[in-house]
């Protein structure tokens, strides 16, 4: 199902050990009521945001909220480890740290499941089996009821399907106007501009054929083209946004809603995740799937071409 995600990485305060305090609650509780109103009923988490304090002032929310879990899904994340024996950050999907970590993570966010349990990065030293064995052991104690990924390609996917006994539902990966390293691998395939492109080609094609979803994190690129002052400014990013305030007005939209209805109305079916802790900037994304109706094919194309400052081929 296409639809807005409400990534919560911004609530919770500072990324600090300090624990976080009533004013954190009262922002997170506007964001949901936000978002509720603009039409988001999925609600994205990882252990590690804020240091957990992201999961635990949403779960001071729920707690105070009667009624509140049963009108959401919440999904979160494991997989990353911060600040922990003499290393900044690493990655750790065996068996015991999945277990150890969506515990936590259930605790924090005062619910007993999750509807969707994403693995945050892949880690090199996973084993396949291993992982499927912390999911199936999660789904059999009714912790978690479904199993997406985060910044993996198509190769992995697969290799980890392979064990698994339940299909993976998600994708999460960047994507938006501003960072297209996912849909120019696409059309550079036989070009030299394609070697500047990280994205691993097929990933989005992939997904696709096996009815995984791609949810979009950074889909608002942090305000680029919708008001906020760019670290470095740039005529491409000037006109974009420029023309995203142009068809906003044509069509009666939010420039945000434009923005996100540009990803939604890839065939693909991106969900984007809007990360704002502005209830203002959340409200103003919920006509996003009517901006994915109402742009055209060349609006579409035209906004890709004026973000990348140069035709295509």
Known sequence: MQEVIYGCMGLGGSWSDEPHGDDHVDQAAAAVQAALEAGITLFDHADI????????????????????????????????RLNERGLQTHYD????????????????LRTDYVDVLLLHRPDP???PAEVAAAVGQLMAEGKMRQLGVSNMSAAQIDLLQDRLETPVVANQLEMSL???????????????????????????????????????????????????????????????????AELAETYGATGEAILLGWLMKHPAGIAPVIGTANPDRIRACAG???????????????LWVTARGSNIP
């Open 49 to 80: 945001y804020r240091n957990g304090k992201s999961e635990a002032v949403f779960g001071e929310v729920l707690a105070a909220t009667p009624g509140l879990r049963e009108r959401i899904r919440l999904q979160t994340k494991c997989g990353i």
């Open 288 to 302: 996003a799937g009517q901006a994915a109706q109402d742009l055209t094919r060349a609006d579409w194309y035209k």
């Open 178 to 244: 501003l960072k297209r390293a996912w849909l120019e691998s696409q059309v550079l395939v036989n070009h030299p501009e394609h070697l500047d492109y990280s994205f691993p080609h097929g990933t989005l094609e992939y997904c696709m054929r096996h009815n995984i979803t791609l949810q979009a994190y950074g889909a608002l690129a942090k305000g680029a083209y919708t008001g906020a002052e760019p670290e470095s400014p740039t005529p491409a990013g000037a006109a974009t946004a420029g023309l995203v």
């Open 93 to 108: 999907l065996s068996r015991e740290a999945i277990l150890e970590r969506v515990n936590g993570s259930l605790e924090r």
């Open 125 to 127: 030293l996973a084993d």
